[in-house]
């Protein structure tokens, strides 16, 4: 599919639809998550006020590469990360290792749950479109029943 570069605006096509940059600016996002892991290697507990002053990365920025799980936050940090679900504290990705598990199963259920209604759905399409038949068949029957009619 056909998208727009979140970062540059520019149009890019996106097979798998997976990704908000285009490959150029994915390209300059590599190579700033690969300087920032660098110092993040050497100077760990630095602050985000840091990273903005040595690689203008925003804040929005950080929060997306921990949620990726591209970096993690380092014990004693000042950026806090928070699981998404039940607010407990986690280094990296969106939830805890507790919720990981659950979702996961939810998730299971969740397709399970949902199997059953997308076939019925699936199956009131086929009766309205036979439905729609039915009555144009019966509109065309009334049009030239009278002849027949009696016949039959
Ligand atoms: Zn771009
Ligand atoms: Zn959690």
Redesign the pocket.
């Known amino acids: 599919m056909l998208k727009s ?6 149009i ?1 096509e996106d097979l798998l639809d997976k990704y908000s ?6 390209q300059d996002e590599e190579t700033l998550l690969r300087k920032v892991k660098d110092y993040l290697w050497t100077n760990p507990g630095t602050t985000e006020a840091k990273l903005w002053e040595m690689f203008g990365v925003s804040h929005k920025q950080i929060m997306k590469w921990l949620r990726d799980q591209r970096i993690e936050v380092t014990p004693g940090s000042a950026i806090k990360l928070t699981c998404q679900r039940c607010g407990s504290m986690i280094t990296t990705g969106k939830y805890c290792k507790d919720c990981n598990t659950k979702i996961a199963n939810n998730l299971h259920e969740l397709q399970a749950a949902l199997m059953p209604r997308e076939e019925r759905n699936l199956f009131s399409m086929v009766i309205d479109k036979n439905i729609t038949e039915g009555s144009m068949h019966f509109l065309q029957n009334r049009k030239d029943s009278k002849p027949h009619k009696e016949s039959q």
Not at 21 to 26: E, V
């Open positions: 570069c979140t970062q540059c605006g520019k890019f940059l285009c490959p150029n600016c994915r």
